[in-house]
């Protein structure tokens, strides 16, 4: 279905989803870049086809933009959490979670998304407890190198298992500690 | 990654349990209503309670507690009668309230005996709707049974049941997974076909929205573009315990080690001549090759099944390591830990209808799906479909396909 006006093509899977929400086509003309769950979605939620259009700009869908207006977000802060390499919405769930972004970088340094850091933040984890019980079930299974066919291990493959059960062992100590909170 | 409190948190679903008390303010399918047909009372364990369900001779539903008061008897072997459910033991028989209305030999001796108007059990509110038996086990008022505008589609409807043996808290994760369709499904699929080529396209993007009902997922893959109903539309994870594809598949706990899988199926049928069923069909669909003593891994859910079990009957997530493909996954528990915190307060949980104006034909968003052209397509969800289920469906694509426009094909 293309709108004359726009020349916009919805699928007819679109156009049925309009219909299930009642939108008209005048309707899909002035949300013309929206789906049509995210116009009912704006609507519900008295969002204006500009005002959804400026945080679209900002790479929020309907559903991220009424959650950042909610917190008082302008859409001027998506811009540095979009710079440092996370996605625009991130920068709703740590308005949302309080998760500032220096913290979120941190993390995400250690290997977490910013929605699990925000998750684990809000239960009480350090990164240093969360960095360390990310990797303890791994850690609990290294047996030490493979070996290679035709080669020995070196000396100084041997010479730091020590170290590596050492680190196991407080690892996991300290999850069963966090556990028995 | 969670602790093992918040895993315990989201996981146990028993009495009194915040997840109990959570799921406990929505309405559960239990049963296809075609098994109550077949027997009149039919033992359920349900969040952890064991309860007998019942269709008396006025074709009233019941759900009282398993175990009469009397002498603690298995109700489920009762039987029903004009109004109510009789213990097969010494006779006492019960009402959908709860309420005891006979006691034989204590009405005998005492006629002028009130004893039984003190004797109420444990009892649940119950309906019917679209072929399924629906149960409510929590605080009143209940909140209005949620009526899906899908229900209302022209097509050949089954319903099936399948135990679990797992929590039901991972089934459900596996409502916001999208990309577990490109290995579990697809390329694996592909595998135990035999076909050692080409991989499935690969998710390129994911997004995630709220509605009011749950919430959307939606995958961008190698072979689609942001055009793609998939993106545009999405499927939905219905809050809070269901998978909606177009087919609706619950994950309702029966305890904390096992989940009673029931879905609901519609198959459209060709051409516009109007097709009602009398009955829903309602099957057991089998998780184990009995041949083999391995999990079924022939159909799509039945792979499901062999994921969530694969985890552990209570999944460890103090174990996992979660990336970018489990956004959703995420999401779900953080909104699930808040709607906790609603029930703490004495607040709905989300995703609850009240409005009588507003449960009418409730829409969900849907990528459309069109009638087989060639003949009645074979089940492809569960293995072990009843070949007279098959049958029902086939006669009926053939006779709607008679009456249909020529370019449909009947080979079937």
Redesign the interface.
Known sequence: MADATTGRVRSAAEAAEARAYGLTRADLVEWVQFSPIEIYWARKHHLTPAVARHWAAKGLRVGDAVRAIALGMTPEEVAPWAGAGFAPFDAVEAKETGVPLETAIAWLQAGFILPDAALLIRDGWTLEEAVVARYAGIAAEDHGPFPVPGCMADSAETESRPLVMELRVSARHQVRHRWSR | ??????NRLLCQTDPGTPMGELLRRYWHPVAGAAELRRTSVKPVRILGEDLALYRDRSGNYGLVDRHCPHRRADLTYGFTEERGLRCNYHGWLFDHTGQCLHQPFEETLHPEGRFKEKVRIKAYQVQEKAGLIWVYLGPRPAPLLPDW?QYYRRGFKQVTVSEVPCNWFQCQENSIDPVHFEWLHDNWSRVLRGEHGDRAPAHQRL?F???DYGF?YRRIRADTTE???LW??GRVCLWPNCLYTGHFEWRVPIDDTRTLSIAWFIDDLPGDLPYEQDVIPCWEAPVKDERTGRWIDTHVMNQDYIAWIGQGVIADR??E????S??GV??M??RL?DDLEEVAAGRDPKGLIRDPELNHRV?L????FAASATGPRPFVFLAGQPKEVFDEYAQAWHACAAAAPQELTADG
Request: no cysteine.
């Open positions: 990654m969670l602790s093992d409190e918040r505008d997004g929205d709220e509605f959307t055009e793609h109903p545009t539309t103090t174990m390591h979660l990336g970018e489990d956004r995420i999401l528990r953080k830990l829409h968003p849907l990528v459309p």
